[in-house]
C-alpha cells in the first residue's frame, strides 16, 4: 500500500473532515481507516455505502498532534452500472472548511463490481517546507 498523495494541515486549527464521493452515482460500500506513522495500528475506523453527502462526511476525532505523518487508507467496493466500467472514488479533505486535498483512483473491469482504494499521508509540516 503506497501513499500517492500527502495531505498538509495546520496543527493549530480545527480537526480535519473526509467526504467521500463514488463517481457517476455508482452504489458502493467502503471501509476507512486512519493510521498511525508505522501503518500498523488503526487510530480511527469507519464505514458508509456512497449514499449520501451528508453520511459520507466524517470528522476524524482524534487529535491532530496525532495525525501528523499517519495515513487514511479508503477500501471500496463498487457496483459497475453500465454504461459505465469504471469506477471513480474521490475523497476530500477539509480543515475548517477549507480545502486541503482530495486525492483519488479510478478502476476499470468488466466485472459487476470493482475495488477501489485510496491511501494518502497526513503532514502537520505546511507543503513545501522541510519537515
Known sequence: MTA???IHFDPTKGALTVQLLCGNAQPGSYDVSVLDPSMLNVLE???GDF???TSDRHTI???LA???GAYIRLTS???LLPP???ATVFVTVTQNGQKLGAPSD???STASSVEVDVTFALSATPAGKPG
Open 4 to 6: 500517492t498523495q500527502t
Open 45 to 47: 475506523h469507519w464505514s
Open 51 to 53: 449514499q449520501s453527502p
Open 61 to 63: 476525532k482524534t487529535p
Open 66 to 68: 496525532q495525525l501528523d
Open 77 to 79: 467496493e463498487v457496483a
Open 84 to 86: 459505465y466500467n469504471t
Open 106 to 108: 479510478s478502476e476499470t
